[in-house]
């Protein structure tokens, strides 16, 4: 008979779980990269450490533009990076290069938190860590916070959350949480959703969600089924979803979209696809046609502020 710490108790699409409750995920840790002073899109970055215990931390990037002595303060993107709430890190290629040129082309401020996964950090460490990170960021719009990158350029006026996947999950959550608990001297005017998790994908994504987080409530989790009650209070005033046509999870973001609509919310949503591509597509090629559209769009729903 097989000793314990050799039987799987269960497995899923990220990890397996052993019978003596060891969790082996599938892919390795994610490659790191520095932060930069990048001339090719120039744009700097640098590293934040928010919170020693537990550890929340978050790569901010500027643009150059952003020190001329003329010019105004910039809109800030409050970025959630994706990964199945258990791989990737927002100091990953993948994140980094995306939120450098995005910052670069929207010439925005962008803070892409790093939050906790699983196993390590069992949901709802990400909903938290978020949190905790974006009232970190709020923290500086009276220009006395830590950071003075965000008290010397962030328009607090003009603040949007981004994310990705299982970050555009996050990303509601966070929204959410500003129309019914507030942010303090900061306005929340647009949340982008790109290719978002939500339950009702299969039985086999809500369980992996469910056994992620010991503590939910069941397939009714607001957090994985958003009620009607909690999107009619999104804080914000406008909504972008973008899905893709072959993703897996399009007809989650669909209805989400559709629910959204129909909750008496007061805000505008709007939703694009994109015709013949899959999920997170755009990280493979940030240059493709497709994937330039996408972020020419992200882009706009910034630049129209």
């Known amino acids: 008979m097989a000793s314990s710490d050799s039987e799987i108790a269960k497995e899923f699409r990220f990890f397996r779980v052993y019978k003596d409750g060891r969790v082996e995920l599938f892919e390795p840790d994610c490659e790191k990269i520095p932060p930069s002073d990048d001339p090719t899109t120039g744009v700097r970055s640098i590293d934040v450490v928010i919170s020693s215990e ?57 803070v892409s938190v790093e ?10 460490a990400c909903y938290e860590d978020s949190w905790a990170a974006l009232n970190w960021v709020a923290s500086h719009a009276s220009g006395n916070g830590p950071e003075p990158w965000l008290n010397d350029h962030a328009d607090f006026g003009k603040v949007l959350i981004g994310g990705a996947s299982a970050g555009g999950n996050i990303a509601h959550t966070l929204a959410f949480r500003v129309g019914t608990i507030g942010l303090p001297c900061v306005k929340l005017v647009r949340v982008i959703m790109v290719h978002q998790f939500f339950g009702g994908t299969s039985p086999e994504e809500d369980a992996t969600w469910l056994y992620m987080c010991p503590t939910n409530a069941g397939l009714q989790d607001p957090r994985l089924k958003p009620p009607a009650e909690d999107l009619a209070r999104l804080g914000c005033e406008r909504v972008l979803i973008f899905v893709a046509e072959k993703d ?42 497709k994937a330039v559209e996408l972020i020419n769009k992200f882009v706009s729903f910034i630049t129209q502020l």
């Open 248 to 289: 897996f999870l399009k007809p989650v973001a669909m209805n989400y979209y559709e629910d959204l609509k129909k909750s008496g919310w007061k805000g505008t949503v709007e939703l694009l696809e994109t015709h013949g591509e899959g999920h997170s597509f755009y990280f493979d090629n940030l240059k493709c046609e």
């Open 115 to 124: 939050y906790g996964n699983f196993p390590d950090r069992p949901i709802p």
């Open 54 to 110: 537990p550890p929340v931390s978050a790569r901010i990037f500027i643009p150059y533009e952003a020190q001329n002595p003329n010019q105004n303060k910039l809109p800030l993107l409050f970025y959630v990076r994706g990964g199945g709430f258990c791989r990737q890190s927002a100091f990953g290629p993948r994140y980094h290069n995306f939120c450098s040129v995005f910052s670069a082309q929207a010439n925005a401020i962008v």
